[in-house]
């Protein structure tokens, strides 16, 4: 018979119910009304080592314990985030971290990618990583994604537009989804990682929703 019953993760899990409980819930109402979550918060949250989904990098160990680590990881995210989701699920969305970025760099970028993009989340400052898909005309939809990659010396000239992008508006850098063919629909697709400052980037617009705390 197999248990599901959590026996190390407990204590994780009555940890960040607590932080739930006694510092999310409080300022959640406020959060939303001002669409923003108060810097100082975020900057004590980041201090304790809370982030949102911040992939680990780095090798040196088999792959069977490096595995291991990954489930034990995956886990505790899990049953983390459940928690601070209890407590709000915006602010749960904009604590920093790599957040849903994170994954397409851990899987399939370099090691010298990852050191890159994911050493950046450390507690002296509070960063984020975003992840863009959604389009005017491609959401749920990902085959229609109109944002076009131009293979140029030296690299990709992207042209398109992204809406809805979590956190987008203050991340260090955005996973991009973006075609090379539209003609292959999803089979034409590719990530590419877009640093904050780069020419021709810009968030033009906060979208104003319920539930929405971050930026």
């Known amino acids: 018979m197999i248990s599901y019953e959590l026996t190390e993760q ?11 409980k006694h510092e999310i819930r409080p300022i959640a109402m406020e959060a939303d009304r001002l669409g923003k979550v108060p810097d100082d918060w975020l900057d004590n949250v980041n201090k304790m080592g809370i982030h949102l989904n ?8 088999s792959d069977k314990k490096s595995s291991k680590k990954e489930r034990e990881g995956n886990r505790l995210g899990v049953i983390a985030t459940e928690e601070i989701a209890w407590g709000d699920p915006a602010i749960a969305l904009s604590l920093p971290g790599a957040g849903l970025g994170g994954p397409p760099i851990q899987s399939s970028g370099t090691l010298e990618q990852k050191e890159r993009f994911l050493s950046i989340f450390t507690k002296d400052k509070p ?19 109109q944002t076009t990659a131009r293979k140029v010396d030296g690299g990709y000239i992207l042209n398109g537009q992204k809406i809805f992008i979590t956190n987008g508006g203050r ?16 089979a034409g697709q590719r990530a590419f990682v877009v640093e904050k400052g780069t020419k021709g980037y810009s968030c033009t617009k906060l979208a104003k929703k319920n539930g929405a705390s971050g930026k």
Do not use: N
């Open 10 to 20: 407990q204590q994780i899990k009555a940890m960040t119910h607590w932080f739930a």
């Open 54 to 61: 911040t992939s680990s990098f780095g090798g040196g160990e």
């Open 171 to 186: 991340a260090s850098w955005v996973v991009v989804f973006a075609t090379v063919d539209k003609s292959l629909g999803r």
């Open 127 to 145: 960063r984020w990583g975003a992840y863009a898909l959604t389009e005017p005309e491609a959401g749920s939809d990902a085959s229609g994604v």
